[in-house]
Every structure is written in structure tokens, then in C-alpha cells.
């Protein structure tokens, strides 16, 4: 085999593994939305459980009604406390679809931090969507790597 037969067989291999990964993102990975549980045993034997909701990463266009829904109905998850670190913006204009996607946490504690992709790129300088939070008699104290709670009666 030629040396120009080799190097023309490893450019298409390389442009064959690369429109398979350009299929993949844009038409299966960013319809795969998904949940992970994780129990952390930290609180004091005869406490009651304490559900902590992470959100990460959301990247929301104006037009992704399937993952505003998908978001919304983690509410079904009833969290005692949400996380939001961020990344909520995908478009300039996902503000709006932001606010709807999160609507049904509105009245849970929680805490957000802007993600690089909110903060960071000139395209996304629009403010990301943070709901007002009521917090009760509870104490949390959040680590990196694990989450610890304490819940306080009243």
C-alpha cells in the first residue's frame, strides 16, 4: 500500500469518527436528559431525609420544550433544597424558557452560582434566571464532593 493510500485511508477514518461524533451530540446526547441518585448517611440517626435537587449545565434555547418539560417535572421529586450551579443559558434569548423550565421551584430553598458559560461568554451577558427563594428553620451546610443537612423544627 502507498503512503498516499495510508494517509488518505487515516484523514477518512478521522472524518468518519468525527461526523459520527457530530451525529451523536446533535441528535442523541443533548435529548438524553438524565438524573442520578446518590444517598449521603450525614445526618443523625432519627432525622428525617432531607432531598437536595442539583441542577448543572442546563444550556437552555428558547426552543427546547422537551427539556423545559423535563425540567419542570423534576418537581415530582419534591427537593427540600435546590442547587443551581449554573450554565442555565444556551441562547441569548433562553431567559424566558429559563424562568418557565424552573417555575414549579419557586418557594423552595436554594442556593445558584453562575456557571463560566453564564458569565463568561460576551453572547450570553443576559442575566440567568434566579427565583426568589422563602428558606425555613433549616440549617445546610453544603461541601464540595457531598452534601451534609441538618433540619431544625420550628
Not at 65 to 91: C, I, M, Y
Not at 117 to 128: E, V, Y
Amino acid at each position: 500500500m502507498s503512503r498516499g493510500r495510508a494517509a488518505l485511508g487515516v484523514v477518512a477514518a478521522g472524518a468518519a469518527v468525527g461526523a459520527a461524533t457530530a451525529a451523536w451530540g446533535s441528535l442523541v446526547e443533548r435529548r438524553r436528559f438524565g438524573i442520578r441518585w446518590e444517598t449521603v448517611p450525614v445526618l443523625p440517626e432519627g432525622s428525617r431525609d432531607v432531598t437536595v435537587l442539583h441542577l448543572s449545565d442546563i444550556h437552555m434555547a428558547p426552543w427546547q420544550a422537551d427539556k423545559q418539560q423535563w425540567l419542570r417535572d423534576l418537581s415530582l421529586v419534591e427537593p427540600d433544597f435546590v442547587v443551581n450551579t449554573g450554565d442555565n443559558l444556551g441562547h441569548p434569548t433562553a431567559n424566558a424558557a429559563v424562568e418557565y423550565a424552573l417555575e414549579p421551584f419557586r418557594g423552595v430553598p436554594g442556593a445558584f452560582a453562575h456557571g463560566c458559560a453564564s458569565r463568561c461568554q460576551s453572547a450570553m451577558r443576559a442575566k440567568a434566571a434566579v427565583l426568589p427563594v422563602d428558606v425555613p428553620e433549616t440549617t445546610l451546610t453544603l461541601a464540595v464532593g457531598s452534601v451534609m443537612a441538618t433540619h431544625r423544627s420550628a
